[in-house]
């Protein structure tokens, strides 16, 4: 044999390789197919479809998630959306002068603390630790006080309606998937 030969000639080599990845394509196009089914089918059990489907969408995890693996998404898009807007909050209460708004800022910071530090970690945890009535229970509590900010408005207009507005939709999304765990 000459050096720098192959016994096998350089079109099965080519054709080796070009099999391999048509095979790792493929493989991939039926992970994400499978990925995009069931995060369809999931968000078609909770309460808000179009963002379900959008918010799980934009994060590449999704298409290799299971059920449990989305809840965990789910989730935390919603702490990382309370979070900033606990900081868009903050940020109105150390500039307004007013002191009725003032008063409405500062129990949203109460209520975001509270979603922020306690109800959104501890449904994460629990979620872990396959407790999922305390998961949903969690969101749940963080939906509601996201909706707390926003109700004590009554006749003005929030300036967080729709920071509110998301992180309560998002934590009743995390809460019906948690559901479907149960």
Not at 25 to 46: F, P, Y
Not at 53 to 58: D, F, N, R, V
Not at 167 to 180: E, G, R
């Amino acid at each position: 044999m000459l050096m720098g030969s192959s016994p096998f000639p350089k079109w099965l080599f080519l054709l080796h390789a070009f099999l391999l990845s048509s095979t790792t394509e493929s493989t991939t196009l039926v992970l994400v197919r499978q990925g995009n089914d069931l995060i369809n089918a999931t968000c078609k059990r909770t309460g808000n479809f179009n963002l379900c489907i959008k918010a799980l969408g934009s994060d590449p995890r999704s298409f290799k998630s299971d059920v449990k693996g989305l809840a965990k998404i789910t989730l935390e898009m919603s702490l990382t959306k309370a979070n900033q807007t606990l900081n868009l909050v903050g940020d109105l209460f150390k500039n307004t002068r007013e002191p009725v708004l003032f008063r409405l800022l500062g129990t949203c910071i109460e209520e975001y603390r509270q979603v922020v530090t306690n109800y959104l970690p501890e449904a994460m945890t629990a979620l872990q630790s396959n407790k999922y009535g305390a998961s949903k229970q969690g969101a749940e509590n963080a939906a509601a006080d996201a909706q707390v900010c926003v109700q004590q408005f009554a006749g003005r207009k929030s300036p967080v309606w729709f920071q509110s507005k998301m992180v309560k939709d998002l934590c009743l999304i995390a809460s019906s998937i948690v559901s479907t765990l149960q």
